[in-house]
């Protein structure tokens, strides 16, 4: 791809303080950290810093916080972090003032200091130019290596950016790179995979993506809108009838920029939502008006890993049934499959992304055959969407 920023091969790293932005928001179970993903993400950026001399400056946040607050604290998480780089990683409790300036002046080169939660001050969401200083005048330069976070405009993921000289981090690079070539630059013919519960919460990116993609599957509860809007009785099924039209508008955008839309042709029906519940096959004019959609039926199965066989280039975002209860999964699952073998044989690139997809690409075990997988929830649905993300913009040069 074009090199539109600047990465740590342009970066005189020895001695310097590297103010390091990463994404440590990882799931957590009283005080424990339950998913280690994005912390392996981020070990090649530290320990490449940390290895030419540079003393890592971490900046992250953890959950929402209102202002200080021990349960977002990002000690346990940093500790994690030490057991996964393998390597010792000081903590300061504050990332700002006194305290963060005496941490780092205990640095030597090559060490490794996570500062505390940077939602801790009101300036970090507000990008206070005030916050953004203080920040700053703790570093000769700065790395981002938090795409999932790059949708937001905040101190530590965009304003510093504005003041020192500003770098990609390696996790970063690959993002960016993966997803150029998933969408700004793809192979042809290009598939989208679009599912979950609710249209209301896609319209964006299904706009943005028949514009650009040749065939977009549409699966999961949001699926069920489209069909009821082109006339379907959906029974009991989740449904947003308001939208009708909304999902109408879509199909005719699809239709005008030649993008075939692939809806479910059969729907696998359940009477209860829960696992294992007694399920059945249907065609679309003939679904219960007591019975519940869960997944895609068996011919849409195939039709899915048809359309699969004639793309170049796969982007998956959301479960096309309800993966979470079983045997429900089985649609997600075997498109899943399908597209990992076609990866494995050299036939398609495949780029995933969102908290539920990389879960159900977990579960179908085939997460590590993807091209790409992004760790990014909101930050890969506003890129689908064809938004700019503020935390990407401020690294061009
Ligand atoms: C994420 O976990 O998706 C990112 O860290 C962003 O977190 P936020 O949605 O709280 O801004
Ligand atoms: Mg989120």
New binding site residues.
């Given amino acids: 791809m074009t090199k539109t920023f600047r990465t740590l091969d342009d970066a005189d790293l020895k001695g310097k303080r590297v103010l390091l932005r990463v ?4 799931p957590m179970d009283k005080g424990v950290v339950t998913d280690d993903t ?1 912390l392996e993400r981020i070990m090649p950026t530290i320990t490449e810093i940390s290895d030419k001399g540079g003393k890592v400056i971490l900046l ?5 916080p209102k202002g200080p607050d021990p349960k977002d604290s990002l000690k346990p998480i940093a500790a994690a972090l030490s057991g996964v780089i393998k390597r010792p990683v000081a903590f300061a409790e504050d990332c700002i003032g006194e305290v963060a300036a005496a941490a780092i002046a205990a640095m030597k080169d090559g060490d490794v200091l996570c500062l505390e939660n940077t ?1 801790f001050h009101k300036g970090e ?1 507000k990008n206070d130019p005030a916050f953004v200083e203080e920040l700053a005048k703790l570093g000769d330069l700065w790395v981002n290596d ?1 795409f ?2 790059a ?2 405009a ?1 101190a530590s993921t965009e304003g510093v950016g504005h003041k020192l000289p500003a770098f990609a981090g390696r996790t970063m690079q690959a993002e960016i790179d993966a997803l150029n070539k998933a969408l700004e630059a793809p192979k042809r013919p290009v598939i989208a995979i679009v599912g979950g519960a609710k249209v209301s919460t896609k319209i964006d990116l299904l706009e943005n993506l028949v514009t650009k993609v040749q065939a977009l599957v549409i699966g999961g509860g949001m699926a069920n809108t489209f069909l009821h809007a082109q006339g379907v009785g959906v029974g009991k099924s989740l449904c947003e009838k308001d939208l009708a039209p909304t999902a109408r508008r879509i199909l005719e955008k699809a239709e005008a920029a030649n993008c075939a839309i692939i809806l479910p042709v059969d729907a696998t029906v359940a009477f209860h939502f829960e696992a294992n519940a007694p399920a059945f096959a249907y065609g679309l004019d003939s679904i219960p008006a007591d019975g519940m959609i869960l997944d895609v039926g068996p011919r849409s199965i195939e039709r899915i890993n048809a359309a699969i066989d004639d793309a170049a280039t796969l982007v998956w975002n959301g479960p096309v049934g309800a993966f979470e209860l079983t045997p429900f999964d089985k649609g997600t699952v075997t498109a899943a499959k399908h597209a990992a073998a076609r990866t494995k044989a050299g036939k398609l690139i495949s780029v995933a992304g969102g ?1 539920d997809t990389v879960a159900a690409l977990n579960q179908a075990g085939v997460a590590e055959q993807f091209t790409y997988i992004s ?5 890969f649905l506003e890129w689908m969407e064809g938004k700019p993300l503020p935390g990407v913009e401020v690294l061009k040069i």
Avoid: K, M, P, Q
């Fill in positions: 994404d440590l928001n990882v994005r992250a946040h953890f959950g929402r939602r969401e938090a999932s976070a949708h937001r905040h908290g760790t990014a929830g909101g930050a």
